[in-house]
């Protein structure tokens, strides 16, 4: 199976910025593509953004377009998540996921990375 390990979270101030990093290791996501989710405590998971592994072909969700940024780096198999002009409504922790080419469907998630948003 597929390891995804998430990483970069933390506490920022209102207006701040952080990087999440995803790094995927047990095989290769030539054909995979790859998304972020949120979620906050008492909230269903959200879909935040996606990134097609080979195409560079990203979408985001409309909470977070002209703010968040998602990119790769192959070499890697990496994804990151640059996340600017954060607001306290953006803390929740945070899932990179693979998206299974077959199915269409996100099959392997990691265990998260707490962002936290003072106001």
């Known amino acids: 199976q597929v390891q995804l390990v998430e990483s970069g979270g933390g506490l920022v101030q209102a207006g701040g910025s952080l990087r999440l990093s995803c790094a995927a290791s047990?095989?290769?996501?030539?054909?995979?593509?790859m998304g972020w989710f949120r979620q906050a405590p008492g909230k269903e998971r959200e879909f935040v953004s996606a990134?097609?592994?080979?195409?560079?072909?990203?979408n985001y969700a409309d909470s977070v377009k002209g703010r968040f940024t998602t990119s790769r780096d192959n070499a890697k198999n990496t994804v990151y998540l640059q996340m600017n002009s954060l607001k306290p409504e953006d803390t929740a922790v945070y899932y990179c996921a693979a998206r299974n080419p077959v199915t269409y469907r996100y099959e392997y998630w990691g265990q998260g990375t707490q962002v936290t948003v003072s106001s």
């Open positions: 047990g095989r290769t996501f030539s054909s995979y593509g």
């Open positions: 990134i097609n592994w080979s195409g560079g072909i990203t």
